[in-house]
Nanobody
């Protein structure tokens, strides 16, 4: 069992930056590949970024590549998402997720956090 708690969301102007964190507890953090997903109001949840078990491999949705950076600190049991050059269309609830498979696919997710809201004003 793994518990995931996101933090760092908030209101930011377009062009600004935010750093999301996801604190994990329970089973060994490094046993899981991790991902960030987001869901805007009225839309389906979508993939944002993923990172492998030891952090050596990452990949991103086309919409965020070059602006967002996913990272992890296995010693601190924490996942991060650095978001730069934010756009109003990035407004969504952001969820971290854990899975024992890589690449990360939504259908394979074992654990979800409850989410943190990011709002980007124009």
């Amino acid at each position: 069992q793994v518990q995931l708690v996101e933090s760092g969301g908030g209101l930011v102007q377009a062009g600004g930056s935010l750093r999301l964190s996801c604190a994990a507890s329970g089973r060994t953090f490094s046993s899981y590949a991790m991902g960030w997903f987001r869901q805007a109001t009225g839309k389906e949840r979508e993939f944002v970024a993923a990172i492998s078990f030891n952090g050596g491999s990452t990949y991103y949705a086309d919409s965020v590549r070059g602006r967002f950076t996913i990272s992890r600190d296995n010693a601190k049991n924490t996942l991060y998402l650095q978001m730069n050059s934010l756009k109003p269309e990035d407004t969504a609830v952001y969820y971290c997720a854990a899975t024992d498979t890589y690449p990360v696919r939504m259908r394979d997710i074992d654990y979800w956090g409850k989410g943190t809201l990011v709002t980007v004003s124009s």
